[in-house]
């Protein structure tokens, strides 16, 4: 590539500081060019790490016609009119997941043109890991069978009672929705993509708090049924004082695949014997750094759509408000 592709970065929280901002100084096609967070102290952490122009408000950035796209690592409560902004002002987006909290916010972004959507991709990075195309590769030869038993365990954000403050920045998150709002956009998403589509019908959902005063649900889950039968079973759950394995695991009448949250490591379970695969680098790095490469080549015109795309965005919401809307209704 001749000419680097000029990024900025919205939204300097753990994820961004942790995981975009240095995929973007790792890729040698981009420029980062600005970072944008209403908070000074932010800014000043994340100019430790990149000497660029910091601004309070993303149209402050937007003013640099050189910027070809911006990375939206914002809370999924006021993305939606962010991706807009950005598309309507004739650059790229990558909008971390889940876009929205609900499909009505999201409803705006369904409103851009066709031209205009072309420009948006999805930040559901684990999509991109190796280890989740091995998986559907063995799931569409039929090397584990079908119908199929799916069960996903997503347990994630410990109570930590020595970072109070961590805990409260995600009991405010989950005023916004319960786990499986903000969890399942990667999770239903997966399922989507090693499945090969939505499922018939979410067959019962549930809910529950761990402890009074919380702002809504910290653990939730549904049953999903698909046309051939496979069943998928999902566990979400933040804020307690300890957390069960974070894993996905696939059943079928031949064979059986684990695959650790943690890690994307695979074990493949088959009465040919037990197969073990890791992937290099760590799992964030791969994934973080093939999105952002997909996100350079949708820029430059080496990949034809986004991929992600809001469609894939807006499917996993969508069934991620279904469920939470079902185990609301289970607690009466």
Request: glycine residues 8%.
């Amino acid at each position: 590539m001749s000419e680097r592709v000029a990024l900025a970065l919205a939204g300097l929280g753990d994820i961004g500081l942790s995981a975009h901002l240095p995929a973007l100084l790792r890729n040698p096609d981009v420029q980062l060019t600005a970072l944008v967070d209403p908070v000074p102290a932010r800014r000043d952490l994340a100019r430790l790490r990149a000497s660029v122009p910091a601004y309070a408000e993303l149209a402050e950035a937007l003013e640099d016609r050189a910027i070809d796209g911006v990375v939206l690592a914002t809370p999924p409560w006021v993305t939606p009119h962010l991706v807009e902004r950005v598309a309507r002002a004739g650059r790229f987006v990558l909008a971390e997941k889940p876009v929205a909290t609900s499909a009505r916010e999201a409803a705006r972004l369904m409103n851009l043109s066709a031209t205009l959507r072309k420009r948006v991709q999805v930040g559901l990075a684990y999509r991109h890991d190796p280890a989740l195309e091995l998986l559907r590769e063995w799931i569409a030869s039929r090397r584990l069978g079908a119908p199929l038993l799916v069960r996903a365990h997503v347990y994630d954000e410990r109570r930590d009672a020595a970072d109070p403050a961590h805990a409260a920045r995600i009991e405010s998150t989950l005023a916004h929705g319960m786990p499986v709002v903000h969890e399942g956009a990667h999770v239903l998403d997966w399922c989507r993509f090693l499945l090969g589509g939505e499922p018939e019908r979410v067959e019962d959902a549930w809910a529950l708090r761990t402890r009074p005063g919380l702002s809504g649900p910290n653990l939730c889950g549904a049953r999903l049924a698909y046309s051939d039968g496979t069943v998928v079973l999902a566990e979400f759950g933040w804020l307690t004082g300890a957390l069960p394995r974070c894993e996905l695991d696939v059943l079928g009448d031949r064979g059986h695949v684990l695959l650790d949250g943690r890690t994307f490591r695979l074990r493949l379970d088959t009465v040919d014997g037990v197969e073990d695969v890791d992937f290099e680098p760590d799992r964030v790095t791969r994934c973080f750094d093939r999105q952002v490469r997909r996100f350079v080549d949708l820029i430059t015109g080496e990949w034809p759509v986004p991929t992600p795309d809001l469609a894939d965005g807006l499917a996993a919401l969508e069934l991620s408000e279904r469920i939470a809307w079902l185990a609301r209704e289970s607690m009466g």
